[in-house]
């Protein structure tokens, strides 16, 4: 087992060129301090308590690389109906495929969107995978935009009576 690691700036770089030697590269990513105070200003929450990920990359074939891993956050976030503090816990598997070199080497999918060669541009890596840019990606997806404070609700009452009246009345008033 691979000793925790402390990443900052949520940067965690892992070269083609390790997996290729390796084949299966095990990780144990945890964001340092200085990454928590980071992580609210990027995602609009009001603290993070902690955000780790951990897992493995491993080589499938040559041009293919596996991620399987798990990413954990505590953050906490105003409930949008009180405004009160809501802990968000996140709890995220990931199972994620990894193509490098040619496109013409990457399998194709059939789907139902049309798709061009340059809409695959940007899944094939080059030389490197940063972990920490998945690590911040999966947080960002999985935080909820709205969180709600258990037994939170909005009621609506009425502080003032509506006169059941014709709009139009006050117009035949003017005609008077």
Same mark, same amino acid.
């Given at each position: 087992?691979?000793e925790?690691?402390?990443?900052?700036?949520?940067?965690?770089?892992?070269?083609?060129?390790?997996?290729?030697?390796?084949?299966?590269?095990?990780?144990h990513l945890? =964001?340092?301090?200085?990454?928590?105070? *980071? #992580?609210?200003?990027?995602?609009?929450?009001?603290?993070? /308590?902690k955000?780790?990920?951990?897992?493995?990359? /491993?080589?499938?074939?040559?041009?293919?690389?596996?991620? =399987? %891993?798990?990413v954990?956050?505590?953050?906490?976030?105003?409930c949008?109906i009180? #405004?009160?503090?809501?802990?968000?816990?996140i709890?995220?598997?990931?199972?994620r495929?990894?193509?490098? %070199?040619?496109?013409e080497?990457?399998?194709?999918k $059939?789907?139902?969107?049309?798709?061009?060669?340059?809409?695959? &541009?940007?899944?094939?890596?080059l030389?490197?995978?940063? #972990? %920490? &840019?998945v690590?911040?990606?999966?947080?960002? #997806?999985?935080?909820?935009?709205?969180p709600?404070?258990? %037994?939170?609700?909005?009621?609506?009452?009425?502080?003032?009576?509506?006169? $059941? *009246?014709n709009?139009?009345?006050?117009?035949?008033?003017? $005609? $008077?």
């Open positions: 087992m691979k925790i690691q402390e990443i900052d700036n949520f940067s965690y770089i892992i070269s083609l060129e390790q997996i290729q030697r390796d084949i299966e590269h095990e990780f945890v =964001c340092s301090k200085d990454a928590l105070r *980071e #992580l609210p200003k990027r995602l609009n929450v009001t603290e993070a /308590k955000a780790s990920f951990n897992g493995y990359l /491993k080589l499938q074939v040559a041009n293919q690389i596996f991620l =399987c %891993g798990t954990k956050a505590k953050l906490i976030q105003p949008s009180t #405004l009160e503090p809501v802990v968000t816990t709890y995220k598997r990931l199972a495929t990894f193509f490098f %070199g040619a496109n080497n990457k399998p194709m $059939k789907s139902v969107f049309e798709l061009t060669e340059q809409s695959f &541009d940007n899944d094939v890596i030389d490197e995978i940063n #972990l %920490g &840019d690590l911040m990606e999966t947080i960002s #997806l999985e935080t909820p935009d709205y709600k404070k258990s %037994g939170a609700s909005i009621s609506l009452t009425r502080t003032e009576s509506i006169d $059941k *009246e709009p139009f009345s006050i117009l035949s008033k003017l $005609k $008077k």
